[in-house]
């Protein structure tokens, strides 16, 4: 079903039908819902009529009542990772990264000056 015309009124009825269907389907009173979940009745009837918003803490207990709470991941799926957290990552290693060369470079003292050969006498 494509929700994205619905109001918020309409997605939290048809949320709350889903509700409904889950706990019959599991042959369970609103009742024992509420004994098992540690929700109150009357939030359990409000949701599964979508009349209000019982929280997302009432919900996630419910689901895990329910047996559901694995369907979490299908709502709301855990996002890929992103270059900034990578990169974060990479700086907790616990052995950091090592350039390349450790070699200094020659002090200036020490290079003798350049030229073209030229200059050279040959003898």
Not at 22 to 48: D, M, P, W
Not at 100 to 119: C, I, L, M, T
């Amino acid at each position: 079903m494509n929700i994205e015309h619905l109001s918020n009124q309409h997605i939290l009825k048809h949320l709350g039908e889903r509700f409904l269907a889950a706990r019959l389907n599991k042959n369970i009173t609103q009742g024992e819902l509420a004994k098992r979940s540690g929700v109150n009745e009357k939030t359990i009837s409000n949701l599964e009529k979508g009349a209000k918003s019982v929280g997302l803490l009432n919900i996630i207990a419910i689901l895990r009542a329910l047996g559901l709470l694995h369907q979490l991941d299908s709502f709301m799926p855990e996002p890929p990772p992103r270059a900034a957290s990578l990169l974060a990552n990479d700086k907790n290693r616990k052995t950091p990264r090592q350039r390349a060369s450790n070699r200094q470079k020659p002090k200036v003292a020490d290079v003798e000056p350049w030229s073209w050969g030229e200059d050279q006498s040959h003898e």
